[in-house]
Every structure is written in structure tokens, then in C-alpha cells.
């Protein structure tokens, strides 16, 4: 009986670990290039599960999207890619900008998803 039941505790912590991930209702492809973002505006459906997939044209650059709790960084030209996922669960403006110092005009990277 005890056997029985640790392996039912066991079968139910597992699905949660072994699932595979859930297909995106959307996905968008993302270039970053100094100074920019292309595109820069996004513009989604509530309760969307979308997935960015970031690029770089050039050197390696950051991705901070707060919403999601993204902080992660574009690999250089050739290197891969960065894939983000955002549940866009409430409506709104929701800010995204290059985190990592990439050149004098750094502070102009920046985007945002809109959730209508």
C-alpha cells in the first residue's frame, strides 16, 4: 500500500516537470540592430501566449521585457537566438529595451507589446 501511494505522489509531480511546453498562440521574430528594434511596437490579444524570437544584426544586445521577467541577452550576428515567452494576461502598454550597453545610441533601443 505504501508503494502504491509514493508512486501515485511521484505521478502526480511528474506531469508538471515532463510536460512539454505549451505551443504559443503567436510567435514574433525580433531583430535588434544598433539602435533599434524591428519591429519596435507589438501589438497582441489578451490571453495570448506569445513567443519572441530575438536576432541580432550586429553585436550581442540585451533583452529586458519587465512584464515577463526577461533579462536575458540576443547573441551576436551568426550565434542563435534568444526565445521569450509573454502570457499577455492583462491589457496594456508593456515596456521592452536593450539591456546591455551596445553603443552611443543604447538608450534609444527600446519597444513595447500592446495588449488590446
Given amino acids: 500500500m505504501k508503494t502504491l501511494l509514493a508512486l501515485m505522489l511521484f505521478a502526480a509531480l511528474l506531469p508538471a516537470a515532463a510536460q512539454p511546453e505549451a505551443k ?40 529586458h521585457l519587465a512584464a515577463a521577467r526577461v533579462n536575458a541577452v540576443i547573441p551576436q550576428q551568426g550565434k542563435g537566438e534568444l526565445r521569450v ?17 551596445c553603443g552611443a545610441g543604447h538608450n534609444l533601443m527600446r519597444g513595447e507589446v500592446v495588449v488590446k
Fill in 24 to 63: 504559443p498562440d503567436r510567435t514574433v521574430s525580433i531583430v535588434a540592430e544598433r539602435f533599434f528594434f524591428s519591429p519596435s511596437r507589438i501589438t497582441v490579444k489578451q490571453g495570448a501566449l506569445v513567443e519572441f524570437v530575438l536576432t541580432s544584426e550586429d553585436t550581442e544586445h540585451g533583452f
Fill in 85 to 101: 515567452r509573454f502570457l499577455a494576461s492583462k491589457k496594456g502598454k508593456y515596456a521592452f529595451e536593450c539591456s546591455r550597453a
